[in-house]
């Protein structure tokens, strides 16, 4: 995983299933949607949208397991 803070919350993620999308803020970004308040978490990759598809796609695979 390339951003550190997106990995201390995969065990969020996946427990409370929530959903994540490719965003394009600031350039590239991961956004979690949360519920309880309804929000989402934007983790940027300024830049770098090889790296976001990289942690993209290793959240995919987490997440169905």
Known sequence: MNNKELKTMIPSI?????KFYKGNISGNSIEIEEHEPDSFTSFIYYESDIRRDEDFLELEKLTKL
């Open 14 to 18: 996946i427990e409370n299933k929530l």
